[in-house]
C-alpha cells in the first residue's frame, strides 16, 4: 500500500510541473505590454521599469527564449548562459515563496484573495457534491433494485434530463421558483449571496485570540474561518448554521445535478451488472435476504466505477461552480476569474487557475487512493 | 468450401445463400433502431437540425431586428402572445415573448440553433482531428514520443476544462471562434487517448502485420488499416462530446466570453436575460429549454450508439 501510494505519488509530479509550465506560457503568451497587464491602464514609464526589474522581464523567458517588443525570439546560442537565469525560474521561486502576484482591482496580495474566495468555492462544492452522492446513489439503487418498473423509468428520464440541463439554466429557473414562485410560504429560499444582509461571521483568528499569528498557521486558520459551516458549528453558532444551509441549497441543487444524474446512472448500470453475477446467485441461494443481498454483497462490489465517476466529476464541479457563483451572487473563485477576465486582472487569473489545478490533481490523487482502499487488486498493478 | 445439405434442408440451404454478410453497419443500425432512447434523441436531432436548415422560414423576424418603430404596440420584455392561448387578437403574436432589446425571442432561439448545431460539429471536428493525429502519432510511434504527447494531453485534463477554457480565452480574446477553439482545445486530450489506445490494441493484429508483410507503408497502415479500426469508440465519444461542446460554449458565452451581443446564440441570451430572470422569466426558460432540449438528444443519440456498438449486443 505504502509502495502504491509513493509511486502514485511520484507519478503526479511530471503532471504539477506541466501544470505550473502551461500557466506560466499561457501568461507571457497573452498579447500587448506585460507591464500594463501587470500593473494596469495607468502604469507610467517608472512603476513599469521597476516592476521589469523585479520580475526580470529583460531577462530571457526560458533557456534562450527572448521576447523583444512582444515578438518571441529563440537565441540558440544563449541556451547555456540562460539555464537557471531565467523569467521560467524566478517564477518557480517566487511560487515557491507563496507569491502568487498583486490582484489589480482588489489591490491585494493573490494569496490573501484565494483565504478570502476559496472557502465560498470549497463550501459550494462540498454541498453540491454531497447532495450529488447521497442522492445519486440512493436514485441508483432503488432504479437497479426494481428495474423496469415506474420508479426505474422515471427516475432515468429525471437523469437524463438532469445530465442535459445547463447549470446556469437550472440555477435560474430554481432561483425563480423557490425566491418568486414559493414568496411568502415556508418553502422559500433566498436566491443570492451567502448570508442574509447585514448578519457579519466573526473571524476565528479573533475568537480564538490568535491575532498575532501568521504566515501559513494564519493562513490555514483564515481559510477555515472562512468555510462559514466550519465556522458555525467550530462556534456553536445554530442560527447562523441555519443561515448558511439556507443560502446553500439552491446553489447546491443547481451545481449537484448534473452529477447526481450521471451518479444514479452509473450506481445502476454497476449494480445490474453485479446482481447478474453467480455469487448473487449463490447468496440468494443460502437463504440470505433480498436487502442483505443487494447491499452488503452486490452494492459494494458495485461501488469502485461510482467512486471512479465521482472522481471524474471533481472538475466538472469546479467548472460549474464557476456559473453558480455568478447566478447566485456567491463570492467564489469562480467569481473572481470572471471578474478578473473583466478587468484584465492577470494575476488573479493565473493564481487561481493554478491552485484550482493543483488542487484538482490532488484530489484526484486522493480519489485513486480510494480505489486501492476498495478494492485490493489495485495495489498490485 | 461447400457443406453437402441433405435435401430435407435445401429450404435453409436457399436463406443461407441468400442472407447478405453481416456488417458492422447494418448490425449497428439495426441495435440502434432497436434502443427507444436512442431513437428518441435522434428523433430531437433531427427535428433541430430541420429548424436550423429552415430557421429564415420558420422565424418569424429576424433574429437581430429591433422591432421598435417596426411594430406597434412591441413593448421591451413583454411575455409570449400566443393568439390560440387567449393573447387579445389586436396584439400581435410572439410566441416566446420579445427581449429586453425589443427583439422577437422565437426567431432568436430559432436561429441560435443555427449557431449552435454549427458551434457542436465544428468544435468536436478540430478536437477529433487533433486529437487522432496526435494519438495516432503516439501510438504507433511509441517511446519517447508517446510518452511526450501523453504527458502533455494528461495536463491538459488535470484542469477542469471550463477554467481551462477560460484561460485560454483570456489570452486568444473573448469571441464565438475564440471560445470554440478553447474548447475544442481542452477536448483533445479524450480523442487522442481513445486513438492512441486503440491504436496499440490494433497495431500488434496479425491483418496489420499483414500488410505491412504486403509492403504497405506506415501511412497506409495508419489510414487505411488502424484508424478505420478505432473509429467505433471515437464516434461515440464524438456524439457525447458535441453535447458537451454546445453546453461548455453556451457556458463561456453566458459568461460574456463567447458569443457577443447582438450575436443570437442561446448561451449569450441567457447570460443577458439573467438579470431580468424576476420580471422577464421566458427570457431564460425558451433558450434554456432550447440548449436542455438540443444537449439532450445528442446525449441520447450517444449513449445509444455506444450500446449499439456494444458487439456484445448482436445475439
Known amino acids: 500500500m505504502t509502495r502504491f501510494i509513493i509511486r502514485r505519488l511520484i507519478l503526479s509530479i511530471p503532471v504539477l ?11 507571457r503568451i497573452i498579447p500587448g505590454d506585460p507591464c500594463i497587464a501587470a500593473l494596469g491602464e495607468r502604469a507610467n514609464e517608472q512603476s513599469c521599469a521597476e516592476y521589469a526589474a523585479r520580475h526580470g522581464l529583460d531577462k530571457a523567458i526560458m533557456p534562450g527564449i527572448f521576447r523583444v517588443d512582444g515578438q518571441m525570439e529563440i537565441r540558440p546560442a544563449e541556451v547555456p548562459a540562460t539555464l537557471v537565469d531565467n523569467q521560467f525560474v524566478l517564477y518557480l521561486q517566487d511560487l515557491a515563496e507563496g507569491d502568487f502576484g498583486r490582484s489589480l482591482k482588489f489591490g491585494l496580495p493573490v494569496t490573501d484573495l484565494l483565504i478570502q474566495r476559496l472557502p465560498t468555492t470549497v463550501e459550494l462544492t462540498l454541498y453540491a ?7 445519486g446513489i440512493s436514485l441508483g439503487l432503488i432504479s437497479a433494485y426494481r428495474r423496469n418498473s415506474i420508479a426505474d423509468v422515471v427516475t432515468m428520464l429525471i437523469a437524463n434530463i438532469g445530465v442535459s440541463t445547463p447549470v446556469f439554466v437550472l440555477g435560474l429557473v430554481l432561483a425563480y421558483f423557490f425566491a418568486v414562485t414559493l414568496n411568502g410560504t415556508p418553502f422559500e429560499l433566498p436566491p443570492s449571496g451567502r448570508l442574509p444582509p447585514g448578519v457579519q ?6 475568537v480564538w485570540g490568535l491575532e498575532g499569528l501568521g504566515g501559513p498557521p494564519r493562513a490555514i486558520i483564515d481559510f477555515l474561518s472562512n468555510i462559514f459551516t466550519f465556522n458555525a458549528i467550530v462556534r456553536a453558532d445554530w442560527g447562523l448554521l441555519g443561515d448558511v444551509v439556507r ?34 446467485r449463490t447468496a440468494r441461494a443460502k437463504g440470505l435476504r433480498e436487502r442483505t443481498v443487494v447491499l452488503r454483497h452486490g452494492f459494494r462490489n458495485a461501488l469502485l466505477p461510482v467512486v471512479t465517476v465521482i472522481g471524474l466529476q471533481l472538475g466538472g464541479l469546479f467548472g460549474g461552480a464557476v456559473l453558480t457563483e455568478t447566478i447566485f451572487n456567491l463570492a467564489g473563485v469562480g467569481r473572481a476569474v470572471t471578474e478578473a477576465i473583466g478587468s484584465r486582472d492577470y494575476a488573479v487569473i493565473q493564481g487561481f487557475t493554478l491552485v484550482i489545478a493543483i488542487g484538482f490533481v490532488l484530489i484526484n490523487l486522493l480519489v485513486d487512493l480510494s480505489y486501492a482502499v476498495l478494492d485490493p487488486r489495485v495495489r498490485l498493478r | 468450401m461447400t457443406i453437402a445439405v441433405p435435401p430435407a434442408l435445401g429450404l435453409a440451404e436457399d436463406k443461407l445463400q441468400n442472407a447478405r454478410p453481416a456488417s458492422i453497419w447494418r448490425d449497428t443500425l439495426g441495435n440502434l433502431l432497436r434502443q427507444r432512447n436512442a431513437v428518441f434523441g435522434g428523433t430531437i436531432l433531427l427535428f433541430f437540425i430541420a429548424v436550423a436548415v429552415f430557421a429564415d422560414q420558420i422565424a418569424t423576424h429576424g433574429p437581430t431586428t429591433v422591432l421598435i418603430g417596426v411594430e406597434a404596440g412591441a413593448k421591451k420584455m413583454a411575455p409570449p402572445c400566443i393568439h390560440l392561448l387567449g393573447c387579445a387578437e ?12 425589443v427583439r422577437d425571442v422565437f426567431s432568436r ?12 460539429f465544428l468544435t468536436v471536428g478540430f478536437a477529433i482531428i487533433i486529437g487522432t493525429l496526435i494519438g495516432a502519432l503516439a501510438g504507433y510511434a511509441g517511446g519517447k514520443l508517446d510518452n511526450l504527447l501523453m504527458r502533455l494531453m494528461d495536463v491538459l485534463l488535470a484542469f477542469p476544462a471550463l477554467l481551462l477554457s477560460i484561460a485560454i480565452v483570456t489570452v486568444l480574446g473573448t469571441g464565438l471562434l475564440n471560445a470554440q477553439l478553447a474548447i475544442g482545445i481542452v477536448a483533445i486530450p479524450v480523442y487522442a487517448r481513445i486513438m492512441r489506445g486503440s491504436v496499440i490494441s490494433i497495431r500488434e493484429r496479425d491483418f496489420v502485420t499483414a500488410s505491412r508483410a504486403l509492403g504497405e507503408s506506415s501511412f497506409g497502415l495508419l489510414s487505411r488499416r488502424i484508424i478505420p479500426n478505432a473509429l467505433t469508440p471515437l464516434i461515440v465519444q464524438g456524439t457525447l462530446g458535441i453535447a ?8 463561456l458565452s453566458f459568461l460574456g466570453l463567447g458569443a457577443q451581443p447582438p450575436e443570437a446564440e442561446w448561451g449569450s441570451m441567457i447570460g443577458l436575460a439573467r438579470n431580468q ?11 434554456g429549454i432550447a440548449l436542455a432540449l438540443s444537449v439532450l438528444g445528442f446525449n441520447l443519440l450517444g449513449d445509444g450508439l455506444r450500446d449499439a456498438l456494444d458487439p456484445r449486443l448482436n445475439r
Open chain 2, 244 to 251: 458537451d461542446a454546445v453546453l461548455s460554449v453556451a457556458a
Open chain 2, 109 to 120: 432561439v430559432v436561429h441560435g440553433t443555427r449557431i449552435s448545431l454549427r458551434i457542436g
Open chain 1, 247 to 280: 443560502h446553500m441549497i439552491l446553489p447546491a441543487l443547481a451545481l449537484g445535478t448534473i452529477p447526481l444524474a450521471i451518479i444514479a446512472r452509473m450506481t445502476r448500470s454497476s449494480l445490474l451488472d453485479e446482481l447478474g453475477l453467480d455469487y448473487i
Open chain 1, 129 to 135: 457534491l454531497t447532495f450529488a452522492i447521497v442522492a
Open chain 1, 17 to 27: 510541473i506541466g501544470i505550473v509550465f502551461v500557466v506560466f506560457a499561457l501568461a
Open chain 1, 201 to 206: 461571521v466573526p473571524a476565528l483568528a479573533t
Open chain 2, 90 to 101: 389586436s396584439q400581435t403574436q410572439h410566441y416566446f415573448g420579445i427581449d429586453g432589446n
Open chain 2, 277 to 287: 430572470m424576476f420580471a422577464a422569466p421566458h427570457l431564460v426558460l425558451f433558450p
